[in-house]
C-alpha cells in the first residue's frame, strides 16, 4: 500500500508537470506574440524531460513492481490507477531522454515553420522540418515497438488510445472503405433531387456570433468559472478539469463554422469537467484514451447538435442572433445546411459523412509515412491521389491540401484515427443513451441539456479512465463496439432508411 | 571550464522552469477563470520544488565551487554569470524544500483569497491566510539570516535586490523622512495659490483609451511582436525578452489611470526588451534586481511621462482620443495635473511626491512585521496610525488601507523599499542622461523616443546583470548613489527651485 501511495504522490507531481505543459500550449495557440516562441519551446521541451526523468529517476519502476505484487489491497479504481501508471511509465521509460526532449522541440519548431508555410502555401518551406519530425517519430516508434512487442504504428496508437491495435482499426475502416463512397453518392443524389437549400446570407458580425456561441454553451452546461472560450487559428479544447478552455475561429460569411466548432469542443470540455472530482490528478481520473474524448465532442456536434430535435431549439436562437428573415431561418432549412452531404478539401470543415473519408485517407497514409513506405516527399502527390480515391476531388494546392492539419507538424501519429473510431463510438453510445431515457431527445429540443449530461455524466465522464474504451462501451451500451450501428444511423439520417 | 559550462546548462534549465512559472502566473492573473485556481496554485508550487530540487540534486554546489576555483579562465561576463548562480544558489541552498514548497502554496492561496476579502472589505477573511504567510516569510528570513550572516530583513532584501542592506535603506529613508512631511505641505500650499486645474470631463471609453495605450506603447518602441498589453486587477509586467507582457486597468471615468500605469509598466518591459541577447537564459542576462528595475519604470513614468516635455507630445493625442475641446487639454492644464500633489490613500495612484510616503511607511512596518515587533493583528492600527504620520490623512476601511496592495499576500516582504530606491536612481540616471545627450529631452517633446531608449539600452539595458545596482548606476553616471539628486528634481518640478 505504501508504495501505491509513493506512487500517487509521484504521478500527482506530473499531472502538476502535465497541465503546466498545457497551460503554456493552450498560450502559445491563442495569446503568445510570436517573439515568445523560441523561449516557449524551450519551456515546454525542458517540462517534458523533467517528466521524463522522474519517471526514470524516482524508482518508478521499482515502485510500480512492488505495489503490483500487493495489487490485491487495491480497489477497483486503485487497480485502474496502478494500470494507467503503469503504461505511462512504459511509454516514458522505453524512449532514451534525449529523443523525447529532440521530439518535443523539433515538433513545436516544425509547428511554428507549418503556421508560416501553410500561410505561404509553401510546402518546400516545411519539408525539412516535416522530415526531422518524422524521422523522429519513427524512432520512437521503433524503440517502443520492440519494448512492446507490438508493431511501430501499433506502439504509436496507444500512446493515444491505450490498446488500441490497427488490426482492429483495418477491420472497421475497410468495412467502411466499402460502404461510404457508395453511400456518399447515393447521398450526394438524394439531396441534388430535392428542393434548393436557402443560403444564410451574412455577413454575422464576429460580436453576434460570440454572443451565441456563448448562448449554446450556456444550454449545453458550459460553466464559464470552469473554462473559457477564446479564438485561434484551428478549433482545440484545452486545459483540464475545474479550467477546462474551449476555441473556435470565426468567418464572418458563415457563423456555422465557429457554432459547430464550439458545440464540438464543448463535448469534450463536458467530458472534462465531468470526470471523477475525488480522483482529480491521478491518471485514472484523467479522460480516456481519444476515441473515447472524441465520441463526446462528436456525440454533442453529430449527433445532437445536427439533429432535426436540436434545430427545433437552435433555428430561433440563430435567427434572433442575426436578424435573420424568411424560410431560410426555418429548423428545417438549418436542418438541411447542417445535413448538406459535399465532398470538400478542408477535414475541419467537412460534413458528417465525407468526414470519415478525410480520416480514412490519413490513416492508411500515416501507417506508410511510418512504416517507410512513404517519406514526406511523397506527401503532396499521395494526397492529390487519396482525395481523388476517397472523395473524388483533388486539392489545388498543399494549403488546402497536405499541410491543413496541425497533427504531423508536432509529431502526432496514430491520432487521426480516433475521430472515426469516436464517430461510431458516439453513434453507438446515443442510440442507447436514447433508448434509456426518451426525455433526453425530447429535452434538447428545447434547448435542456441537463437528461443528457446526466446520462453521460453517470455513464461516461465520471468513469474516468476506470475501463478500456471498449470496455467502457461496452458497459454503457450493453454491447461491444458496432460499426453497424453508425452505419444505421447515417442511412437513416441521411437516406431516410 | 567544464564546471562553468555544466553550469550554463543547468541554469538554462532553471531559466526555463521561471519563465513558465512567470507565464502561469501572468495567465493566473490576466486570463485564468476562478475554477482553474487549485489547480494552478498546485502547478507553480511544483515547479517550485523542481527549481529548489535541481538547485539542490545536481551537485551545483561541487561545480559551483570547482568553477569558482578555476575563475582566473572566465571573462567578465561569465564571471558575474557565475557569482549570480551563487547567489541563487545559496539563497535555495539555505531553505529545505519543504518550506519553499509550502510558502509558494500559501502566497498562491493567501492571493487569491486576498481577492475576495479585498472586494468583501474584510480584514477577518484575509488574517488566517496572511498569518501562514508571515510565519513561514519569518521562518525563511531566519534560516537565511543565519546561513548569510546578515539580519532576517537583509536576507529577504537581497533577494529582491542584491547586496542591499537595510543600513543604508535607514540612511536614505531616515533623509526622506525628514524632508517629505515639510515638502509636501509647501507643495500643497503652493499648488493651492494658483489658479484652478480644470477637470477633464469622461466618460473617457474603454477602447479609445485602448488604443491610446497602444500609440503610446509604440512611440516608446514597445514591440508588439514581442509582447501584449493586457487588462488585469493590479497593473503588472511580465514574461520575459522576446514575450514581455504589460497589464493595466481602466477606468472609464479617469483615462490617466490606465496611461500612467502603461508608461509605468513600458519602461520594466523595455528594460526586458533590451537585456543583452547574447546572455538570454543566463543569470547575467536578467535584468538586475528590482531598484533598477523600478528605476526603469519610474524613470518613464515619472522623470519622462510627467515632464511638460513630453506633455507637449502627449497633449494632442489625449485630445483626439476623447474629442477632447478647450484648456483643460491644454499641454499646461494636462501637465499640470499630472503634477498634482495630493495626499491620498491608494499607494498606485499616488503623485510622485506622496508616493515615497507610503513606501516609507510600508517599509518600516514590514521590517517590524518580519522581527517580530508587530503582528498580522496589528496591521489594520498600524496602517491607520502610519497613513496620518507619514500622510496626514486616514483610510475609512481596510479595503482601501492595509488590504489595498497585493505584494505581502503572496510573502513578497523586502520589495517595497526598492520602489523609492528606484525612483532615486531613475532621477541619477535620468539627469545624466540629459547632460549626455541633449537630444533627449527635445525629441521627447515631438515624441521620439529613440534617443533617450538608446541611451539607457548602452548604459542600463544592455549591462544585464554585469555589476551590482550601485555600481551599474555608479558606472552610468560617474557618481554613486545620491539621494539629493532626487531631492533636486522634486525641489525643481514642484517648488521651481
Same mark, same amino acid.
Given at each position: 500500500?505504501?508504495?501505491?501511495?509513493?506512487?500517487?504522490?509521484?504521478?500527482?507531481?506530473?499531472?502538476?508537470?502535465?497541465?503546466?505543459?498545457?497551460? &503554456?500550449?493552450?498560450?502559445?495557440?491563442?495569446?503568445?506574440?510570436?517573439?515568445?516562441?523560441?523561449?516557449?519551446?524551450?519551456?515546454?521541451?525542458?517540462?517534458?524531460?523533467?517528466?521524463?526523468?522522474?519517471?526514470?529517476?524516482?524508482?518508478?519502476?521499482?515502485?510500480?513492481?512492488?505495489?503490483?505484487?500487493?495489487?490485491?489491497?487495491?480497489?477497483?479504481?486503485?487497480?485502474?490507477?496502478?494500470?494507467?501508471?503503469?503504461?505511462?511509465?512504459?511509454?516514458?521509460?522505453?524512449?532514451?531522454?534525449?529523443?523525447?526532449?529532440?521530439?518535443?522541440?523539433?515538433?513545436?519548431?516544425?509547428?511554428?515553420?507549418?503556421?508560416?508555410?501553410?500561410?505561404?502555401?509553401?510546402?518546400?518551406?516545411?519539408?525539412?522540418?516535416?522530415?526531422?519530425?518524422?524521422?523522429?517519430?519513427?524512432?520512437?516508434?521503433?524503440?517502443?515497438?520492440?519494448?512492446?512487442?507490438?508493431?511501430?504504428?501499433? #506502439?504509436?496508437?496507444?500512446?493515444?488510445?491505450?490498446?488500441?491495435?490497427?488490426?482492429?482499426?483495418?477491420?472497421?475502416?475497410?468495412?467502411?472503405?466499402?460502404? &461510404?463512397?457508395?453511400?456518399?453518392?447515393?447521398?450526394?443524389?438524394?439531396?441534388?433531387?430535392?428542393?434548393?437549400?436557402?443560403?444564410?446570407?451574412?455577413?454575422?458580425?464576429?460580436?453576434?456570433?460570440?454572443?451565441?456561441?456563448?448562448?449554446?454553451?450556456?444550454?449545453?452546461?458550459?460553466?464559464?468559472?470552469?473554462?473559457?472560450?477564446?479564438?485561434?487559428?484551428?478549433?482545440?479544447?484545452?486545459?483540464?478539469?475545474?479550467? $477546462?478552455?474551449?476555441?473556435?475561429?470565426?468567418?464572418?460569411?458563415?457563423?456555422?463554422?465557429?457554432?459547430?466548432? $464550439?458545440?464540438?469542443?464543448?463535448?469534450?470540455?463536458?467530458?472534462? #469537467?465531468?470526470?471523477?472530482?475525488?480522483?482529480?490528478?491521478?491518471?485514472?481520473?484523467?479522460?480516456?484514451?481519444?476515441?473515447?474524448?472524441?465520441?463526446?465532442?462528436?456525440?454533442?456536434?453529430?449527433?445532437?447538435?445536427?439533429?432535426?430535435?436540436?434545430?427545433?431549439? #437552435?433555428?430561433?436562437?440563430?435567427?434572433?442572433?442575426?436578424?435573420?428573415?424568411?424560410?431560410?431561418?426555418?429548423?428545417?432549412?438549418?436542418?438541411?445546411?447542417?445535413?448538406?452531404?459535399?465532398?470538400?478539401?478542408?477535414?475541419?470543415?467537412?460534413?458528417?459523412?465525407?468526414?470519415?473519408?478525410?480520416?480514412?485517407?490519413?490513416?492508411?497514409?500515416?501507417?506508410?509515412?511510418?512504416?517507410?513506405?512513404?517519406?514526406?516527399?511523397?506527401?503532396?502527390?499521395?494526397?492529390?491521389?487519396?482525395?481523388?480515391?476517397?472523395?473524388?476531388?483533388?486539392?489545388?494546392?498543399?494549403?488546402?491540401?497536405?499541410?491543413?492539419?496541425?497533427?504531423?507538424?508536432?509529431?502526432?501519429?496514430?491520432?487521426?484515427?480516433?475521430?472515426?473510431?469516436?464517430?461510431?463510438?458516439?453513434?453507438?453510445?446515443?442510440?442507447?443513451?436514447?433508448?434509456?431515457?426518451?426525455?433526453?431527445?425530447?429535452?434538447?429540443?428545447?434547448?435542456?441539456?441537463?437528461? &443528457?449530461?446526466?446520462?453521460?455524466?453517470?455513464?461516461?465522464?465520471?468513469?474516468?479512465?476506470?475501463?478500456?474504451?471498449?470496455?467502457?462501451?461496452?458497459?454503457?451500451?450493453?454491447?461491444?463496439?458496432? $460499426?453497424?450501428?453508425?452505419?444505421?444511423?447515417?442511412? #437513416?439520417?441521411?437516406?431516410?432508411?
Amino acid at each position: 500500500m505504501e508504495s501505491y501511495k509513493t506512487l500517487e504522490k509521484i504521478f500527482r507531481k506530473l499531472n502538476d508537470i502535465n497541465q503546466a505543459s498545457s497551460s &503554456l500550449q493552450w498560450d502559445m495557440a491563442v495569446t503568445m506574440p510570436s517573439g515568445g516562441a523560441e523561449a516557449r519551446t524551450a519551456q515546454i521541451a525542458t517540462l517534458s524531460s523533467i517528466h521524463h526523468a522522474i519517471l526514470s529517476d524516482e524508482g518508478v519502476g521499482d515502485l510500480l513492481a512492488q505495489a503490483k505484487s500487493n495489487e490485491n489491497k487495491l480497489n477497483e479504481w486503485q487497480k485502474a490507477n496502478l494500470y494507467e501508471m503503469g503504461k505511462t511509465y512504459n511509454h516514458s521509460a522505453a524512449v532514451p531522454r534525449k529523443l523525447v526532449h529532440e521530439l518535443t522541440k523539433e515538433g513545436l519548431n516544425c509547428e511554428m515553420v507549418w503556421r508560416k508555410a501553410r500561410e505561404a502555401n509553401d510546402f518546400s518551406m516545411l519539408k525539412p522540418n516535416l522530415e526531422k519530425v518524422v524521422k523522429l517519430v519513427r524512432e520512437k516508434a521503433s524503440i517502443k515497438a520492440e519494448a512492446f512487442e507490438m508493431t511501430p504504428y501499433d #506502439a504509436l496508437l496507444d500512446e493515444y488510445d491505450r490498446g488500441r491495435k490497427s488490426a482492429q482499426i483495418d477491420d472497421i475502416f475497410d468495412n467502411l472503405k466499402g460502404f &461510404l463512397p457508395d453511400f456518399i453518392k447515393a447521398v450526394v443524389e438524394k439531396q441534388a433531387s430535392q428542393p434548393k437549400i436557402m443560403e444564410l446570407k451574412g455577413p454575422f458580425p464576429i460580436d453576434q456570433q460570440k454572443q451565441l456561441a456563448n448562448k449554446i454553451l450556456e444550454s449545453i452546461g458550459f460553466n464559464f468559472k470552469n473554462g473559457r472560450l477564446d479564438e485561434s487559428h484551428h478549433p482545440f479544447c484545452g486545459g483540464y478539469p475545474g479550467d $477546462v478552455r474551449i476555441t473556435t475561429r470565426y468567418d464572418e460569411e458563415n457563423f456555422l463554422t465557429a457554432i459547430m466548432g $464550439v458545440q464540438h469542443e464543448a463535448g469534450h470540455a463536458m467530458y472534462e #469537467a465531468g470526470l471523477p472530482q475525488k480522483w482529480r490528478g491521478q491518471p485514472v481520473g484523467d479522460a480516456h484514451g481519444m476515441s473515447i474524448h472524441e465520441s463526446q465532442s462528436r456525440l454533442l456536434e453529430m449527433q445532437v447538435c445536427r439533429s432535426e430535435e436540436f434545430m427545433k431549439f #437552435a433555428a430561433p436562437l440563430y435567427k434572433d442572433a442575426f436578424g435573420g428573415k424568411g424560410r431560410a431561418w426555418s429548423a428545417d432549412n438549418l436542418y438541411r445546411i447542417n445535413t448538406k452531404v459535399q465532398p470538400s478539401l478542408i477535414r475541419v470543415d467537412a460534413d458528417e459523412v465525407t468526414y470519415s473519408a478525410h480520416i480514412l485517407m490519413r490513416y492508411y497514409m500515416e501507417k506508410y509515412l511510418i512504416s517507410g513506405d512513404m517519406e514526406v516527399a511523397d506527401i503532396p502527390d499521395a494526397w492529390s491521389q487519396g482525395m481523388e480515391k476517397f472523395l473524388g476531388i483533388k486539392p489545388e494546392n498543399d494549403k488546402d491540401g497536405c499541410m491543413q492539419d496541425i497533427h504531423w507538424m508536432d509529431g502526432t501519429f496514430g491520432y487521426f484515427p480516433t475521430y472515426t473510431l469516436g464517430a461510431i463510438y458516439a453513434a453507438q453510445i446515443f442510440h442507447t443513451a436514447k433508448s434509456a431515457d426518451p426525455a433526453i431527445i425530447n429535452k434538447i429540443s428545447k434547448g435542456d441539456f441537463n437528461p &443528457l449530461m446526466k446520462w453521460l455524466g453517470t455513464n461516461i465522464h465520471e468513469q474516468g479512465s476506470l475501463y478500456s474504451a471498449d470496455g467502457l462501451v461496452e458497459k454503457a451500451t450493453g454491447k461491444s463496439l458496432d $460499426v453497424e450501428i453508425y452505419k444505421d444511423h447515417l442511412k #437513416a439520417r441521411y437516406l431516410g432508411e
